[in-house]
């Protein structure tokens, strides 16, 4: 059994007055949590094998803090574990351009994953667990443990309450991911009052439901011993992730422990001074660290962890003597580089190859990678045949003992979990090993999981999105299935592309593009529907993001379309010249990519003095940044069949053709200027 000293109970009482002193200097924050949950944090990150001074290393235990608005308790940690986050920071603490942000923010050395809105941490913290147990199982061999980490999580009720964490958790235990820990802060406290009002489940059953091992500790205010050995029982459980409920006091030692108040407001001035006083702190100091905490955790962990890192170093070097092939592919994996040449296997189309479904031409796209790119991993929320993620080779990630597949699988069926997807594959990202990674659903249910698709923009996760079943062209599943808003919403998202390729040179472009990005997720939408192979596309001029697909000499419109409309807008260019108009046809597949480029080469795709008109089968919203004038779809879809859809609502050439007259018509004689010139 693990034994603690005083010391132990000085480190854990400093843990809770660094975190009580950041909220109060900030007149900020969430003191509650990071109180009760001292201990807990204390005994986890003593033991926990990481390096501060090398933050990245690969065969660190993660920690992740699920109930994110507990960061006061994170920081103090990352200091006290040497971090580059010093007594300075904490005291800026929730202020702007600071190190310590109001919740913790990926970028931050030694956070693992951006956490705050309830869920997604403990979620994110399954696709970490994935991502280690894929690597162990690709590059370990008898000796040879590179990969043999924890991902360790604190949560909260409200974590719990968040659907996404049922999502995720019931994978993980169909996984049996037995290398993810979680501690549960069981304090009976959210911002309403005590959970009797909205949530009195048993958690430790449903979580024993999922296929969990469950473990209680008593006392997680004080009870250090307790924590420790249940925690040392959850790491020999190899086959089954586990979940500690902590029975703790929201605020432990504040006047008002035990009630919603300590949840997120500062302590009054007495309280502090009380608390500090009840700990042998003089009641007047503040941001104090007795010289043998910094001294415990160098001895137990700092020191250790960087002992670990060089011993690590060396397996590496002795592992590359025996594994060459296997040592040089983790190596370039962990230097963020992508196989020398990967993008020569991209598929390229001539106009005369025969009109296929972008779903379709996805699923060649993978095919074709898929063996030369090992760090490609995914799988689809239970839409595998209709959204033709699943090469033909792949092997499914599941728990060797299912005889499903086994760790080393990079296919993953993650069920009808869209939001667990989204939440599980920006932790798979977060990772690290250059993990290149895809969930795939239908566009309209990416929605399902708009929660961690923003926070994978937010925090810089390159994670791509298979949306499939891109437009009222899907047909007879009707208004439900028919995405409309949704382009829309993804496109307002701050960092983050969304590619509607036209043919299959441009879904090509557009997986490269994605598969390139070190910090931005893509949204790929795919047509369920045929869509010819386009003269004048090209990879390369689809990597821009817009070009000019089809061009005449002093163009009378521009018609800028997406995806399966692009060649709707040909044929209406060819309607149109047989009535002496001469028009551009613009292919704009992603816009975040396009307002990117030089604004040079905008404007010579956009240009002024040329009318221009959008079309796209989807919400006009956001098009006038490209486009005097819109033809789209500001309504419900409709069931029937795809073209019939189509045609109800004059997406054909036809129907093209009299609203790109109409737009000529009405700008004749006026100052055309190009929508991207603009005052600012
Ligand atoms: C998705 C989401 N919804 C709402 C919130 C606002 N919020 C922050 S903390 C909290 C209550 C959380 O309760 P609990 O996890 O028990 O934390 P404790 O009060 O015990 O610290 C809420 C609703 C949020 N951060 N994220
Ligand atoms: C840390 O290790 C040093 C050297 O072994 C020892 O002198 C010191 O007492 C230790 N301090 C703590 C707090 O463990
Ligand atoms: C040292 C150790 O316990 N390593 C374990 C890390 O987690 C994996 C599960 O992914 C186990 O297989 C290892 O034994
Ligand atoms: C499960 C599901 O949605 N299946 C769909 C798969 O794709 C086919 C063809 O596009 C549809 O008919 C199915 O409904
Ligand atoms: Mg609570």
Known sequence: ??????????????????????????????????????????????????????????????????????????????????????????????????????????????????????????????????????????????????????????????????????????????????????????NKITIDGHTEVSFDEDVLKRYEAYGWEVLNVANGDENLEDIASALEQAKKNKDK???????????FGSLNAGSHTVHGAPLKADDVKQLKTKLGFNPDESFIVPQEVYDLYHNSTIQPGAESE??????????????????????????????????????????????????????????????????????????????????TNAVDFQPPQSGLGDYSGRYIRFGVREHGMGAIINGLSAYGANYKVFGATFLNFVSYAAGAVRLAALSGHPVIWIATHDSIGLGEDGPTHQPIETLAHLRAIPNMMVWRPADGNEVSAAYKVALESQDTPSVIALSRQNLPQLDGSSIEKASKGGYILQDVENPDIAIVSTGSEVG???????????????????????????????????????????PILSVEVLSTSGWSEYAHQSFGLNRFGASGKGPEVYKFFEFTPEGIASRAEKTVAFYKGKEVLSPLNKAF
């Open 1 to 186: 059994m693990t034994q603690f000293s005083d010391v132990d109970r000085l480190a854990v009482s400093t843990i809770r007055l660094l975190s009580v002193d950041q909220v109060s200097k900030a007149n900020s924050g969430h003191p509650g949590a990071p109180l009760g949950l001292a201990p807990a944090a204390h005994v986890v990150w003593k033991q926990m094998r990481l390096n501060p001074k090398s933050p990245k290393w690969i065969n660190r235990d993660r920690f992740v803090l699920s109930n994110g608005h507990a960061c006061a308790l994170l920081y103090s940690l990352l200091h006290l574990f040497g971090y580059d986050l010093s007594i300075e920071d904490l005291k800026q603490f929730r202020q702007v351009g600071s190190k310590t942000p109001g919740h913790p923010e990926y970028e931050l050395p030694g956070v693992e994953v951006t956490t705050g809105p309830l869920g997604q941490g403990i979620s994110n913290a399954v696709g970490l667990a994935i991502a280690q147990a894929n690597l162990a199982a690709t590059y370990n061999k008898p000796g040879y443990e590179l990969s043999d980490n924890y991902t360790y999580v604190f949560l909260g009720d409200g974590c719990l309450q968040e659907g996404v964490s049922s999502e995720a958790s019931s994978l993980a235990g169909h996984l049996k991911l037995g290398n993810l820990i979680a501690f549960y802060d069981d």
């Open 241 to 251: 992730p586990t979940l500690i409920k902590l029975t703790t006091t929201i605020g």
């Open 568 to 610: 709707i807008a040909v044929e209406a260019a060819k309607l149109l010249a047989e009535k002496n108009m001469k028009v551009r046809i613009v292919s704009l597949p992603d816009f975040h990519t396009f307002s990117r480029q030089p604004k040079e080469y905008q404007l010579s795709v956009l240009p002024d003095r040329v």
């Open 310 to 391: 060089k011993e690590w170093n060396a397996l590496l070097e002795k592992y590359a003597g025996e594994y060459p092939k296997e040592a040089a592919e983790l190596k370039r994996r962990l230097a963020g580089k992508l196989p020398e040449n990967w993008e020569s296997k991209l598929p390229v189309y001539k106009p005369t190859d025969s009109a296929v479904a972008s779903r379709k031409l996805s699923e060649i796209v993978l095919q074709s990678i898929f063996e030369d790119v090992p760090e490609l991993i995914g799988g689809s929320a239970d839409l595998t045949p209709s959204n033709l993620t699943r090469t």
